[in-house]
Nanobody
Framework: VQLQASGGGLVQAGGSLRLSCAAS????????MGWYRQVSGEQRELVAV???????DYADFVKGRFTISRDNIKNTVYLQMNSLKPEDTAVYYC?????????????WGQGTLVTVSS
């Protein structure tokens, strides 16, 4: 499984970006798909996750500003980011998990850089 993240870029504070993560296979059976972010020298942190049933969860620091969604026909998960802040600057990674039997397989995309200027 390959995940291709895109949509990052440079935006001013208060602006918006939409990240996309396209999977090389059907995501219908993916148990969950998520977005994480990482600042250089820091640990990767969860931003948002969406389950196969469409349930969502967000980190407190993005609640009310970011929205995660998935399109099972296009095999793509999105992260709509509004009201961006300079502290949102990071490399954003998508991941996806599949459960087969008792094993959960997790795949990661290559990351896309988001830079928010003040």
């Amino acid at each position: 499984v390959q995940l291709q993240a895109s949509g990052g870029g440079l935006v001013q504070a208060g602006g918006s970006l939409r990240l996309s993560c396209a999977a090389s296979t059907s995501i219908v059976s993916a148990s969950d798909m998520g977005w994480y972010r990482q600042v250089s020298g820091e640990q990767r942190e969860l931003v948002a996750v969406i389950t196969s049933a469409g349930g969502t969860d967000y980190a407190d620091f993005v609640k009310g500003r970011f929205t995660i969604s998935r399109d099972n026909i296009k095999n793509t998960v999105y992260l709509q980011m509004n009201s961006l802040k300079p502290e949102d600057t990071a490399v954003y990674y998508c991941n996806a998990g599949w459960v087969r039997g008792k094993t959960r397989y997790v795949y990661w995309g290559q990351g896309t850089l988001v830079t928010v200027s003040s």
